[in-house]
Nanobody, 122 residues
């Protein structure tokens, strides 16, 4: 299983931008689907964006056109560029990955990293 460390969160004003990073280790990262999730207070964790080993991407409707997921297989890194941020984007953001799309699409992982807090507020 892959081990993960997310970073790059912080406080940003509405309309601002932020880029999150995720370092993965302990598995054959290059064959994994990698994804970003978030969990807001009182809400379930949700899948935001995913990228396969060929660079193909999907996004949930709420972030489509504003967020961009990318990966660097050589560096075992995955990124989430976030633009036009809204207060409702405030959450703890997590990355995770697996070679099984069923796990990635449902978030059914055995473990998660510590996440990184993103707060969008004026």
């Amino acid at each position: 299983q892959v081990q993960l460390v997310e970073s790059g969160g912080g406080l940003v004003q509405p309309g601002g931008s932020l880029t999150l990073s995720c370092r993965a280790s302990g598995a054959r990262f290059s064959i994994y689907y990698m994804a970003w999730y978030r969990q807001a207070p009182g809400k379930q964790r949700e899948l935001l964006a995913a990228i396969n080993n060929g660079g193909g991407t999907i996004y949930t409707d709420s972030v489509k056109g504003r967020f961009t997921v990318s990966r660097d297989n050589a560096a075992n890194m995955v990124y989430l560029q976030m633009a036009s941020l809204k207060p409702e984007d405030t959450a703890v953001y997590y990355c995770n990955g697996d070679h099984r799309w069923t796990v990635v699409s449902t978030g059914a992982f055995d473990s998660w990293g510590q996440g990184t807090q993103v707060t969008v507020s004026s």
